[in-house]
Protein backbone atom coordinates (compact mmCIF):
# COMPACT_ATOMS: atom_id res chain seq x y z
CA UNK A 1 0.00 0.00 0.00
CA UNK A 2 1.87 3.35 -0.85
CA UNK A 3 2.07 5.96 1.10
CA UNK A 4 2.04 9.86 -0.11
CA UNK A 5 4.02 10.73 -2.63
CA UNK A 6 5.53 13.41 -3.65
CA UNK A 7 7.82 14.85 -6.64
CA UNK A 8 10.01 16.31 -7.21
CA UNK A 9 12.32 15.48 -3.70
CA UNK A 10 14.02 18.73 -4.72
CA UNK A 11 14.27 21.77 -6.61
CA UNK A 12 16.26 24.65 -7.36
CA UNK A 13 14.42 27.48 -9.03
CA UNK A 14 15.50 31.61 -9.11
CA UNK A 15 13.65 34.57 -7.64
CA UNK A 16 10.52 35.04 -10.11
CA UNK A 17 10.11 31.81 -11.52
CA UNK A 18 7.31 29.71 -10.94
CA UNK A 19 7.04 26.35 -10.03
CA UNK A 20 4.43 23.04 -9.85
CA UNK A 21 5.01 20.46 -6.91
CA UNK A 22 3.04 17.39 -6.99
CA UNK A 23 1.29 14.77 -4.61
CA UNK A 24 -0.57 11.52 -4.92
CA UNK A 25 -2.41 10.51 -1.72
CA UNK A 26 -2.29 7.53 0.29
CA UNK A 27 -4.78 4.99 -1.50
CA UNK A 28 -8.36 5.50 -0.01
CA UNK A 29 -7.76 8.89 0.40
CA UNK A 30 -9.76 12.04 -1.00
CA UNK A 31 -8.81 15.07 0.93
CA UNK A 32 -5.04 16.66 0.20
CA UNK A 33 -3.84 19.27 2.51
CA UNK A 34 -0.52 21.59 1.81
CA UNK A 35 2.00 22.23 4.35
CA UNK A 36 4.63 25.08 4.20
CA UNK A 37 8.09 24.00 6.43
CA UNK A 38 10.77 26.42 6.60
CA UNK A 39 13.65 25.15 8.56
CA UNK A 40 13.24 24.76 12.19
CA UNK A 41 9.80 25.46 12.46
CA UNK A 42 6.66 23.96 12.68
CA UNK A 43 4.94 22.96 9.34
CA UNK A 44 2.37 26.00 8.11
CA UNK A 45 -1.10 25.36 6.50
CA UNK A 46 -1.61 26.74 2.81
CA UNK A 47 -4.90 25.39 1.73
CA UNK A 48 -6.99 21.75 1.83
CA UNK A 49 -8.26 20.19 -1.63
CA UNK A 50 -11.52 17.97 -1.24
CA UNK A 51 -13.74 16.94 -4.09
CA UNK A 52 -11.40 19.08 -6.41
CA UNK A 53 -12.26 21.92 -4.89
CA UNK A 54 -9.99 24.68 -2.16
CA UNK A 55 -12.23 24.14 1.37
CA UNK A 56 -10.00 26.16 3.23
CA UNK A 57 -6.87 28.52 3.01
CA UNK A 58 -4.36 29.52 5.58
CA UNK A 59 -2.40 32.82 5.51
CA UNK A 60 -0.48 32.87 2.22
CA UNK A 61 -0.80 35.33 -1.02
CA UNK A 62 -2.35 34.29 -3.79
CA UNK A 63 1.03 33.68 -5.58
CA UNK A 64 0.24 30.10 -3.74
CA UNK A 65 -2.28 28.26 -5.56
CA UNK A 66 -3.52 24.38 -6.29
CA UNK A 67 -5.13 22.25 -7.91
CA UNK A 68 -7.22 18.64 -7.83
CA UNK A 69 -7.55 16.08 -10.10
CA UNK A 70 -10.60 13.59 -10.08
CA UNK A 71 -7.83 10.70 -8.61
CA UNK A 72 -7.31 12.90 -5.89
CA UNK A 73 -3.84 14.09 -6.85
CA UNK A 74 -3.03 17.39 -6.27
CA UNK A 75 -0.43 20.18 -7.49
CA UNK A 76 0.96 23.29 -5.55
CA UNK A 77 1.78 26.14 -8.17
CA UNK A 78 3.58 29.18 -6.78
CA UNK A 79 4.50 31.91 -9.16
CA UNK A 80 6.70 35.12 -8.89
CA UNK A 81 9.07 33.07 -6.17
CA UNK A 82 10.40 34.96 -3.78
CA UNK A 83 13.54 33.82 -1.30
CA UNK A 84 11.67 33.37 1.34
CA UNK A 85 9.65 30.57 -0.45
CA UNK A 86 12.59 28.60 0.35
CA UNK A 87 11.17 25.65 2.77
CA UNK A 88 10.03 22.23 2.69
CA UNK A 89 6.64 21.51 0.67
CA UNK A 90 4.46 18.88 2.59
CA UNK A 91 1.53 17.28 1.45
CA UNK A 92 -0.67 15.23 3.58
CA UNK A 93 -3.76 12.85 2.69
CA UNK A 94 -6.71 12.02 4.96
CA UNK A 95 -10.04 10.83 4.09
CA UNK A 96 -12.58 13.36 3.59
CA UNK A 97 -15.53 15.07 6.12
CA UNK A 98 -15.85 12.59 8.73
CA UNK A 99 -14.03 14.57 12.02
CA UNK A 100 -13.18 12.19 14.58
CA UNK A 101 -9.40 11.54 14.68
CA UNK A 102 -8.70 10.89 11.21
CA UNK A 103 -4.79 11.32 11.62
CA UNK A 104 -2.95 12.97 8.63
CA UNK A 105 0.14 10.88 6.55
CA UNK A 106 2.57 13.13 5.65
CA UNK A 107 4.83 12.48 2.06
CA UNK A 108 8.29 13.21 2.48
CA UNK A 109 8.16 16.19 0.84
CA UNK A 110 9.84 18.56 -1.80
CA UNK A 111 12.91 20.82 -0.57
CA UNK A 112 12.73 24.09 -2.92
CA UNK A 113 15.21 26.36 -2.62
CA UNK A 114 14.87 29.67 -4.21
CA UNK A 115 18.17 31.45 -5.43
CA UNK B 1 -6.02 33.40 17.87
CA UNK B 2 -4.25 30.66 17.43
CA UNK B 3 -1.08 29.96 19.51
CA UNK B 4 1.16 26.15 20.83
CA UNK B 5 4.16 26.50 22.73
CA UNK B 6 6.72 24.30 23.26
CA UNK B 7 10.47 24.05 24.17
CA UNK B 8 12.80 24.39 20.94
CA UNK B 9 15.39 21.82 22.37
CA UNK B 10 16.02 18.87 24.94
CA UNK B 11 18.68 17.06 26.18
CA UNK B 12 18.08 12.93 27.30
CA UNK B 13 20.33 9.80 28.27
CA UNK B 14 19.52 7.16 26.84
CA UNK B 15 17.64 4.75 28.69
CA UNK B 16 15.98 7.32 30.22
CA UNK B 17 12.52 9.03 30.53
CA UNK B 18 11.67 12.72 28.96
CA UNK B 19 8.41 14.44 29.20
CA UNK B 20 7.88 16.98 26.30
CA UNK B 21 5.51 20.13 27.21
CA UNK B 22 3.25 21.94 24.72
CA UNK B 23 0.59 24.23 25.64
CA UNK B 24 -2.01 26.13 23.34
CA UNK B 25 -4.64 28.67 22.73
CA UNK B 26 -7.06 28.34 20.65
CA UNK B 27 -10.71 29.21 19.18
CA UNK B 28 -12.80 25.86 19.57
CA UNK B 29 -10.65 22.93 20.16
CA UNK B 30 -10.89 19.33 18.23
CA UNK B 31 -8.42 17.55 18.97
CA UNK B 32 -4.14 17.28 19.56
CA UNK B 33 -1.84 15.69 18.07
CA UNK B 34 1.94 14.48 18.40
CA UNK B 35 4.22 14.27 15.39
CA UNK B 36 7.81 12.78 15.14
CA UNK B 37 9.97 14.38 12.25
CA UNK B 38 13.44 12.90 11.82
CA UNK B 39 15.65 15.79 9.62
CA UNK B 40 14.86 15.40 6.12
CA UNK B 41 11.98 13.16 6.49
CA UNK B 42 8.07 13.55 6.82
CA UNK B 43 6.44 13.90 10.01
CA UNK B 44 4.81 10.64 11.42
CA UNK B 45 2.15 9.95 13.67
CA UNK B 46 2.35 9.59 17.23
CA UNK B 47 -0.67 10.13 18.92
CA UNK B 48 -4.21 11.92 19.46
CA UNK B 49 -6.26 12.97 22.33
CA UNK B 50 -9.18 14.82 22.58
CA UNK B 51 -10.44 13.79 25.66
CA UNK B 52 -8.22 14.88 29.00
CA UNK B 53 -6.06 12.23 30.46
CA UNK B 54 -4.09 9.95 29.45
CA UNK B 55 -3.53 7.66 26.15
CA UNK B 56 -0.68 4.77 26.18
CA UNK B 57 1.15 3.31 23.54
CA UNK B 58 3.91 1.53 23.58
CA UNK B 59 6.70 2.99 25.47
CA UNK B 60 5.28 6.99 23.95
CA UNK B 61 2.43 8.11 26.14
CA UNK B 62 0.52 11.75 25.51
CA UNK B 63 -1.78 13.53 28.04
CA UNK B 64 -4.10 16.08 27.69
CA UNK B 65 -5.97 18.98 29.74
CA UNK B 66 -8.14 20.94 28.00
CA UNK B 67 -8.83 23.14 31.28
CA UNK B 68 -5.58 24.35 31.22
CA UNK B 69 -4.09 23.98 27.39
CA UNK B 70 -1.84 21.49 28.38
CA UNK B 71 -0.79 18.63 26.69
CA UNK B 72 2.78 16.58 26.90
CA UNK B 73 4.03 13.76 25.57
CA UNK B 74 6.11 11.20 27.50
CA UNK B 75 9.12 9.03 26.12
CA UNK B 76 10.49 6.01 27.71
CA UNK B 77 13.37 3.75 27.89
CA UNK B 78 14.63 6.51 25.14
CA UNK B 79 16.92 4.88 22.53
CA UNK B 80 18.84 6.70 19.88
CA UNK B 81 16.73 6.45 17.15
CA UNK B 82 14.32 9.05 19.25
CA UNK B 83 16.30 11.37 18.21
CA UNK B 84 14.19 13.98 15.96
CA UNK B 85 12.09 16.91 16.44
CA UNK B 86 8.86 16.41 17.99
CA UNK B 87 5.95 18.54 16.87
CA UNK B 88 2.72 19.19 18.48
CA UNK B 89 -0.47 20.27 16.67
CA UNK B 90 -4.15 21.54 17.37
CA UNK B 91 -7.27 21.11 15.28
CA UNK B 92 -9.97 23.72 15.48
CA UNK B 93 -13.46 23.31 14.51
CA UNK B 94 -14.51 25.04 11.65
CA UNK B 95 -13.35 25.23 8.32
CA UNK B 96 -11.19 22.15 6.92
CA UNK B 97 -11.56 19.21 9.18
CA UNK B 98 -7.94 18.07 9.54
CA UNK B 99 -6.64 21.90 9.35
CA UNK B 100 -3.78 21.35 12.07
CA UNK B 101 -1.75 24.32 13.54
CA UNK B 102 2.01 23.42 14.51
CA UNK B 103 4.05 24.18 16.96
CA UNK B 104 7.68 25.20 15.74
CA UNK B 105 8.46 21.41 17.14
CA UNK B 106 10.67 20.43 19.90
CA UNK B 107 14.13 18.66 19.01
CA UNK B 108 14.49 16.11 21.22
CA UNK B 109 19.14 14.77 21.62
CA UNK B 110 19.20 11.83 23.19
CA UNK B 111 23.09 11.06 24.74
CA UNK B 112 24.72 7.41 24.93
Known amino acids: DAGVTQSPTHLIKTRGQQVTLRCSPKSGHDTVSWYQQALGQGPQFIFQYYEEEERQRGNFPDRFSGHQYPNYSSELNVNALLLGDSALYLC??????????????FGSGTQLSVL | GQNIDQPTEMTATEGAIVQINCTYQTSGFNGLFWYQQHAGEAPTFLSYNVLDGLEEKGRFSSFLSRSKGYSYLLLKELQMKDSASYLC?????????????FGTGTLLAVQP
Open chain 1, 92 to 105: ASSRGDRGGNEKLF
Open chain 2, 89 to 101: AVRAYGGATNKLI
